[in-house]
C-alpha cells in the first residue's frame, strides 16, 4: 500500500505570494491533518480534515486554509506569506477514528524569502 | 495551552552507549506517542502508550509512561548509528468527541556516532 504523498517537496516563495501544498492520504484513509515544522516551535497542528469537513483547527492565522476532496486528497493554502512561514509543512492521514494513529509524509519544504 | 518539554534538546553519543530522553508536561494526557523523524522524512511512530505507569519494549528501545499520565521516557540500549535521527513525544488529548489533538515536544535530535 502507497504511503501518504506530499507535492510539491520544496517550495521557494517570495514575500506576499501565496502557496497552494498537496496531500494524497493512504488509500482508504479519510482524515487528513497538517502541520508545521519549525527548528524554534517545532510541530504545530494546523487543521484536521474529515469527510471534507474541517474537524480540528490550530491556533494559526486565518491565511493558513485548507479543504479535503472527495477522494480525501487535501490542499493546504497560505496566503499573504510572510518570512515566519518558512517551514517544512506535514501532513498526516488515518483511518478517521478519534486518537488512532497517523501516518504522515515527507513534507513539503517551504522556503519564504 | 498544553506543552510538552523534551530533553535533552541534543544528544551526542558514542555506539554501544546507553541514553535517557524525557518527555514533561504539566498537563495530564489520554495517551501519549513516541515518534522517530530521519532527514527529508515525516516522523514515524514508534510506541503509543496509553496507561499510566506502562512500559513498552521494541527491541533496545524501552518506553514509560508515568504513573499521572504527565510525562514519558524513552531509553535506548546500546545505541547504534541506525538509531540517530529527532525523537519526538506527542501527546493525546480527547478534548471532547472530535477534538481529538496530538500536542508535539520540540524533539531530542540524537547522534550516534560509530
Known amino acids: 500500500k502507497a504511503g501518504v504523498t506530499q507535492t510539491p517537496r520544496y517550495l521557494i516563495k517570495t514575500r506576499g505570494q501565496q502557496v497552494t501544498l498537496s496531500c494524497s492520504p493512504i488509500?482508504?484513509?479519510?482524515?487528513v491533518s497538517w502541520y508545521q515544522q519549525t527548528p524554534g516551535q517545532g510541530l504545530q497542528f494546523l487543521f484536521e480534515?474529515?469527510?471534507?469537513?474541517?474537524?480540528n483547527k490550530g491556533n494559526f492565522p486565518g491565511r493558513f486554509s485548507g479543504r479535503q476532496f472527495s477522494n480525501s486528497r487535501s490542499e493546504m493554502n497560505v496566503s499573504t506569506l510572510e518570512l515566519g512561514d518558512s517551514a517544512l509543512y506535514l501532513c498526516?492521514?488515518?483511518?478517521?477514528?478519534?486518537?488512532?494513529?497517523?501516518?504522515f509524509g515527507p513534507g513539503t519544504r517551504l522556503l519564504v524569502l | 495551552t498544553q506543552l510538552l518539554e523534551q530533553s535533552p534538546q541534543f544528544l551526542s553519543i558514542q555506539e554501544g552507549e546507553n541514553l535517557t530522553v524525557y518527555c514533561n508536561s504539566s498537563?495530564?494526557?489520554?495517551?501519549l506517542q513516541w515518534y522517530r523523524q530521519e532527514p527529508g522524512e515525516g516522523p514515524v511512530l514508534l510506541v503509543t502508550v496509553v496507561t499510566g505507569g506502562e512500559v513498552k519494549k521494541l527491541k533496545r528501545l524501552t518506553f514509560q509512561f508515568g504513573d499521572a499520565r504527565k510525562d514519558s521516557s524513552l531509553h535506548i540500549t546500546a545505541a547504534q548509528p541506525g538509531d540517530t535521527g529527532l525523537y519526538l513525544c506527542?501527546?493525546?488529548?480527547?478534548?471532547?468527541?472530535?477534538?481529538?489533538?496530538?500536542?508535539f515536544g520540540k524533539g531530542t535530535l540524537l547522534t550516534v556516532n560509530p
Open positions: 480534515y474529515f469527510s471534507e469537513t474541517q474537524r
Open positions: 498537563s495530564v494526557f489520554s495517551s
Open positions: 506527542a501527546g493525546g488529548d480527547r478534548g471532547g468527541g472530535s477534538n481529538y489533538k496530538l500536542t
Open positions: 498526516a492521514s488515518s483511518l478517521g477514528v478519534v486518537g488512532e494513529t497517523q501516518y
Open positions: 488509500s482508504g484513509h479519510r482524515s
